[in-house]
């Protein structure tokens, strides 16, 4: 069974980084592929970045682009996001999501298993 558990959000200041990781406790996590969305007050789910189960497959969109970095460690059932160049605009709270297979969602509903969420909040 897949459990992820988020964690290394906090408040940071316009232009500093943060490091997001999502670990999962169940058995199959390499077999997953991995996805980051978020979601600020009143607006929908954003899709953030995605990572299929080898790594070789990486996707982000354009808001986050040059930003924002996704990684996998597969010994260590674990997803990353490296933020930097952080923004007010990037506040939200931010959820890992897991699939199984060799395809890679860009959508949310497409995710079978979700976190709890950290919340990550940027100072301008």
């Known amino acids: 069974q897949v459990q992820l558990v988020e964690s290394g959000g906090g408040l940071v200041q316009a232009g500093g980084s943060l490091r997001l990781s999502c670990a999962d406790s169940?058995?199959?996590?390499?077999?997953?592929?991995m996805g980051w969305f978020r979601q600020a007050p009143g607006k929908e789910r954003e899709f953030v970045a995605a990572?299929?189960?080898?790594?070789?497959?990486?996707y982000y969109p354009d808001s986050v682009k040059g930003r924002f970095t996704i990684s996998r460690d597969n010994a260590k059932n674990t997803v990353y996001l490296q933020m930097n160049s952080l923004k007010p605009e990037d506040t939200a709270v931010y959820y890992c999501?897991?699939?199984?297979?060799?395809?890679?969602?860009?959508?949310?509903?497409?995710?079978?298993?979700w976190g709890q969420g950290t919340q990550v909040t940027v100072s301008s």
């Open positions: 990572i299929s189960w080898s790594g070789g497959k990486i």
């Open positions: 169940g058995r199959t996590f390499s077999r997953n592929a």
């Open positions: 999501a897991a699939t199984a297979g060799l395809i890679v969602p860009l959508h949310g509903n497409e995710y079978e298993y």
